[in-house]
């Protein structure tokens, strides 16, 4: 099973719709979660930690189940800009596996139509 | 805002040469690391580095790759003798504090390319 699991998409979204995707990590012990995004050929940018409670920024939400071992972002009222490719990212700090070592999906590619 | 940045950002190179990927951290971070992303692939761990030592390391990681803090700024990644599959983005990152407890920023990536 792989490290960190998304469905790559691509996701086409109407401009002001709402979109959301999941990622799944195999590691149970894991501590630390993220949501990256990456437009082409540049470098992963933050776009939001994952905390147990779900946390909101804007038009973004995050949530993590850890039973089930997996983490979802939605995007509301989405934009044009918002295409970009999404990399779920898990940090298994506090395992035997990582000392801040990233664990990065392949990312799930959203592309928003006017 | 601080930034990451990396130098050059393309590399072009003869299988079997030296390269050196250069990278300058954010000024107050203490914990640094390097990926890559092979094209149209994820982003791998290559190596975490803290207080002038290799933290961890992934197997790709090998004896063809080195990283080196040579002054307070930089940090820099070698690969000894590319091969064609060492084409890849490289991307450097920083850290205020362990990566587990703190964001890690990633600078703009130096391209490879090994011909």
Redesign the interface.
Known sequence: RKEVEQDPGPFNVPEGATVAFNCTYSNSAS??F?WYRQDC??????LM?VYSSGNEDGRFTAQLNRASQYISLLIRDSKLSDSATY?CVV?P??TTD??????????TQVVVTP | EPEVTQTPSHQVTQMGQEVILRCVPISNHLYFYWYRQILGQKVEFLVSFYNNEISEKSEIFDDQFSVERPDGSNFTLKIRSTKLEDSAMYFCASSGLAGGTDTQYFGPGTRLTVL
């Open positions: 501590q630390s993220f050929r540049k470098e992963p940018k933050l930690s990399l940090n700090l506090g990582s000392w801040g070592k990233l664990q990065f999906g392949a990312g």
